[in-house]
């Protein structure tokens, strides 16, 4: 198992003496301690694919913006448009270097007429705070590290929405996905209660107060609630192979400082009519010079599994470029990957090798998402907007 | 769970009947979680004492298998390459391969189930 070495110390969520009392394996990620797995990767990934499961995510980070110029700070600073966005309604984004390259995706949220929350990664917190403190100067905009004020829990699955209607008193089916609001949850008032997730499944992630007993509280409620739809505590195993079927990128595997908006195939999130953008004038560059790599989904056809950073070989066995993400895939029942390979190899059904210990094992280039959820019959749920395309 | 006392253990959490059958323990399977995947080598084999023979992955490990002795694959439990999961249901019984020893004075270098429980217990730190 992976875990990454740090200096610092270990962090942990307002909600961690609860892991640990249900039992949760506990594995460090990103200078978190995190649970992996408490019942089974497998069964936790089935959960919300058929009910619903329920994910500390208090890791992540929050980045408040506010003030008279808060939608041109965010513009000049994210890939995506935040002008289209209404207030209650979020959209996927990125922050980006100079080059065009990543600094973290991020979730804008649109919280007023001149307020918006960023939601970032746990690893990237600090990179990610002073990048926008430091590039939003000239602004006339407040910029906040709220990151320590939240308890994230994801509830995700096809259930989620009727688990979060026993215990909101507000109409969540009127929630559309990637919009929010606010309400009542457990009693506490005024909870940022957001139709968003990285599951590939319908779900709501809701953000509060981080005090640990509040924390507690909430989190059991949750669990109480969501029984009798089969809903199960999950850990970052299964948020791995969930957003991995879901074909959903993650930072430090498919997008990364090296890596520009064009090859992680994240165009359609990134509006280059917008007048100005950090990462703009390099990305016309880099589309007019045309993509070294593209990323693309493979599907293993001979025994074995593609890990994180496997090398890829094209059939003549050459080294053509590696794996981002790989594991079995819980649902699909295939293993699965992305990888990085020149576009001239990107097509659909191109047989690539993954050297696996060794040996060239045969796979093939799949259309991505592995996974889609299946089309909602109610008018409410028609767009979809995240980065599983 | 307890380990058979007529097994031999070793500190990489590989198990040997007196058989010649391999497996890996009870310990292993739960700190892989849910397995997905074995790597065997072929009938005919031969693994060297100490040396990598194949590997065992979850759906988020992969793990090293190592030989606790030397000898010649004699066979292999095909079951596994289609229900890998059975490691996890029974690890002490759902064998690997099973080889011919070269030299049975090999197993005395090997963890006694006692030993191998108090190995595991102060890897754990309980």
């Known amino acids: 198992m992976s875990s990454i070495e740090t200096t610092t110390a270990v962090r942990k969520t307002a909600l961690n003496a609860v892991h640990r009392q249900l039992g949760a394996k506990m594995v460090e990620f990103n200078g978190w301690d995190m649970p992996v797995e408490y019942s089974g990767i497998i069964a936790e990934h089935m959960a919300v694919r058929t009910g619903a499961g329920i994910f500390d995510v208090s890791h992540m980070g929050d980045i408040r913006l506010h003030g008279p110029d808060a939608l041109a700070a965010v513009e000049h600073i994210s890939m995506n448009d935040a002008s289209r966005l209404a207030v209650g309604q979020a959209q996927y984004s990125a922050l980006l270097y100079p080059q065009g390259t990543f600094v973290d995706d991020v979730i804008v949220h649109r919280l007023g007429e001149r307020e918006y929350l960023l939601v970032i990664n746990a690893g990237t917190r600090e990179k990610d705070f002073s990048w926008v403190r430091d590039n939003t100067r000239q602004f006339h905009c407040e910029v906040e590290n709220l990151s320590d004020d939240f308890t994230q829990i994801a509830i995700q699955g096809p259930k989620a929405v009727n688990l979060m209607e026993k215990l909101t008193d507000g109409d969540l089916s009127s929630v559309k996905f990637y919009w929010f609001t606010r309400g009542t949850i457990c009693g506490l008032q005024d909870i940022l209660i957001a139709r968003t997730g990285y599951t590939g499944e319908d779900g709501f992630e809701i953000y509060i107060p981080s005090d640990p007993l509040t924390s507690a509280q909430v989190w059991k409620e949750v669990l109480e609630a969501g029984r009798e739809f089969g809903a199960l505590p999950c850990g970052l195993g299964a948020r791995n192979t969930l957003r991995l079927e879901a074909r959903l990128p993650l930072y430090g595997h498919e997008i990364f400082d090296t890596i520009n908006v064009w090859e992680a195939g994240l165009d359609r999130f990134c509006k280059m009519e917008k007048p100005e953008f950090i990462g703009k004038p390099a990305l016309e560059q880099a589309r007019a010079a045309g993509i070294k790599r593209a990323l693309v989904g493979i599907q293993m056809v001979e025994r074995g599994i593609a890990r994180d950073s496997y090398r890829v070989l094209d059939s003549a066995k050459r080294e053509v470029g590696y794996v981002t993400s790989g594991s079995y895939a819980p649902f699909l029942k295939q293993n699965i990957g992305l990888v990085y390979v020149p576009p001239e190899l990107s097509e659909i059904g191109t047989e690539l090798l993954v050297e696996i210990r060794g040996q060239g094992v045969k796979a093939k280039v799949v259309p991505t998402p592995f996974y889609k959820k299946p089309k909602k019959t109610s008018a409410t749920a028609d767009r979809v907007e995240n980065p599983s395309r | ?126």
Not at chain 2, 77 to 83: H, K, P, Q, V
């Open chain 2, 1 to 126: 769970m307890s380990y058979p006392v007529e097994y031999k253990y070793t500190k990489e959490h590989e198990w040997i009947k007196p058989d010649g059958a391999i497996g890996i323990t009870n310990y292993a399977q739960e700190s892989l979680g849910d397995i997905v995947f074995v790597d065997l080598p072929k009938v005919g084999a031969e693994l060297t004492a100490g040396k990598t023979f194949g590997s065992v992955e979850s759906v988020k490990a992969v793990s090293d298998l190592y030989a606790p002795v030397s000898g010649t694959v004699t066979e292999i439990n095909s079951e596994l390459a289609t229900a890998p999961e059975k490691i996890n249901t029974d690890a002490h019984g759902a064998w690997m391969l099973k080889i011919r020893l070269k030299d049975t004075g090999e197993l005395k270098a090997l963890l006694s189930a006692a030993d191998y429980e108090r190995f595991i217990s102060e890897e754990t730190g309980s």
